[in-house]
């Protein structure tokens, strides 16, 4: 089935130790994202990246990384510069029609103690 | 992007239609708006979406106000799988991001 696939899908680490979570996708879409959602909260964009090679700061990159090296692959790295690292994250991807909708992962709880 | 807003909570029977709506005031001409619900720790998962004509597909209806300052999501059906978050969300076609708001929490009663 295509679709995208995060893991693992729930996650824990120690305060000062950078994590990476995965985002994979085989749907072919050139753009992928990452959010971020607290609770209660809406959704908040961290990264995106809309070609291989190529990626922009959303609304609250800072304490976060990101890189695309492979079109399929969006792995976040949380780092220790983060202040408040728990929370639930979201990868999506689309194409880069002009309303090509986002598709989105079911998520990875990341729990920072 | 243009701000919405939403209803934070509504409730509906089970068979009947479910009507949510969402203000965008301010929107643009080239701002389409989109739909996405998301159930309790998965992923949002999209709905529909339109640029100023009605647009119906399987799960839904959205209805555009002539103005566009408005837009009604429609599940005709309502069923106890439909309880989750209603996001109504505008995005400049072209731009690679969604601004997400509150949402309205739909609850469904037997």
């Known amino acids: 089935d295509g679709g995208i696939t995060q893991s693992p899908k729930y996650l824990f680490r120690k305060e000062g130790q950078n994590v990476t979570l995965s985002c994979e996708q085989n749907?072919?879409?050139?753009?992928m994202y990452w959010y971020r959602q607290d609770p209660g909260q809406g959704l908040r964009l961290i990264y995106y990246?809309?070609?291989?090679?190529?990626?922009q700061k959303g609304d609250i990159a800072e304490g976060y990384s990101v890189s695309r090296e492979k079109k399929e692959s969006f792995p976040l790295t949380v780092t220790s510069a983060q202040k408040n690292p728990t929370a639930f994250y979201l990868c999506a991807s689309s194409n880069r029609d002009d309303n090509s909708p986002l598709h989105f992962g079911n998520g990875t709880r990341l729990t920072v103690t | 992007d243009a701000k919405t807003t939403q209803p934070p909570s509504m409730d509906c029977a089970e068979g009947r239609a479910a009507n949510l709506p969402c203000n965008h005031s301010?929107?643009?001409?080239?701002?389409?708006v989109y739909w996405y619900r998301q159930i309790h720790s998965q992923g949002p998962q999209y709905i529909i979406h339109g640029l100023k004509n009605n647009e119906t597909n399987e799960m839904a209806s959205l209805i555009i106000t002539e103005d566009r300052k408005s837009s009604t999501l429609i599940l005709p059906h309502a069923t106890l799988r439909d309880t989750a978050v209603y996001y109504c969300?505008?995005?400049?076609?072209?731009?690679?991001?969604?601004?997400f708001g509150q949402g309205t929490r739909l609850t469904i009663n037997p």
């Open positions: 301010t929107i643009s001409g080239n701002e389409y």
């Open positions: 969300i505008v995005r400049v076609g072209g731009a690679q991001k969604l601004v």
């Open positions: 749907l072919n879409h050139d753009a």
């Open positions: 990246s809309q070609i291989v090679n190529d990626f």
